[in-house]
């Protein structure tokens, strides 16, 4: 409890909002979540889903910010990148095995699925709620590699909705999660959100703006914000201290790829003397932490920097 009324706090930075009611939905191969009796997002996962992610993420105010395709072969955004499926966590090369192109037009002999085995909790409530499932990162002949222990936490009031991430990435035999830029806590944004051919902007906590600056930098929090339906709305990730090599670099896309990557040192500095590889031992495990926040405003109106002070000091 005291953990859900710390994270609203956050949220609300000073301003009076009532906490809504999370509630979850689950299906054969889903898990639908709504906020305040809203649609908020969906975890799908089985079959038609080569990794789980999170689809679409709606606002408060029900507007989409994550790209339809290639769930919805009609949508009239951009089409690259079929992998690039609403809100996921994967990386390209765990052991030389890829996690993160695993479209089935993309395998290769190479690629893995993570595969969900269990949903171990699944609890609304009156200022949050709570989602935990296992999920198994298994290589092409279908062997273990990783197992993943997550932790979704979803809030939000009248204005803004967050999912906290709480990650452990836990391996049988040692695993290299290798040094590349395809990688690691990654969303898809609709094509009017991005800069490339919408409004939107990334905001870094050093007050870098736009691509060219904020692609492949170092920084604890990235913003991408622009107008989306006539609402001015923004989409945070926030990175965590306790996550390896923090700050992470940013794989942060003009064309709305926006995604936190502790692996990727060399691919993003392009110096082949660096590394940014990390290993974890056979029976021991790695773990992650991410917020996403998705508020209305810019990103000095809706006060990132002090949201990510808050929350990072848990």
């Known amino acids: 409890m005291k953990r859900a009324l710390s994270l609203f706090a956050l949220l609300c930075a000073g301003t009076i909002l009532l906490p809504a009611q999370v509630r979850f939905t689950q299906h054969d191969n889903s898990i639908a979540v709504e906020v305040g009796g809203r649609p908020f997002t969906t975890l799908y996962f089985g079959a038609g889903a080569p990794k789980a992610y999170l689809h679409p993420l709606l606002t408060a105010d029900g507007v989409r910010l994550t790209r339809l395709f290639p769930m919805d072969a009609t949508d009239p955004d951009s089409h690259d990148h079929p992998h690039h499926r609403g809100l996921w966590l994967a990386h390209g090369d ?107 902007v990334t905001t870094n906590a050093e007050g870098q703006r736009g691509m060219k600056l904020v692609w492949g930098k170092r920084s604890p929090w990235v913003d991408y914000a622009g107008t989306v339906e006539g609402h001015k709305v923004g989409i945070a990730i926030f990175d965590h201290p306790g996550n390896p090599h923090f700050p992470g670099w940013w794989h942060a896309r003009d064309y709305g790829l926006f995604a936190a990557n502790p692996f990727g040192e060399r691919d993003f500095t392009e110096d082949k003397s660096k590394n940014g590889s990390v290993t974890v031992e056979a029976g021991q495990s790695l773990r992650l932490r991410y917020l996403v926040l998705i508020h209305p405003g810019d990103t000095a109106s809706a006060g990132i920097a002090a949201k990510w002070k808050q929350w990072s000091a848990r």
Do not use: C, Y
């Open 94 to 200: 765990v052991n030389g095995i890829d996690f993160w192109a695993s479209e089935p037009e993309q395998l290769k002999g190479k690629q893995g699925l993570i595969v969900l085995k269990q949903v171990v909790q699944m609890k609304g409530g009156p200022k949050s709620g709570t989602l935990r499932v296992l999920l198994e990162w298994q290589n092409p002949a279908g062997k273990a590699m990783v197992t993943e222990d997550r932790t979704m936490t979803f809030s939000g009031d009248d204005k803004v909705r967050s999912i906290d991430f709480d990650v452990k990435l836990a391996v049988p035999d040692k695993t290299v999660f290798g040094d590349s830029k395809e990688g690691l806590f990654a969303i898809r944004l609709r094509d009017e959100l991005t800069e490339l051919k919408g409004s939107g």
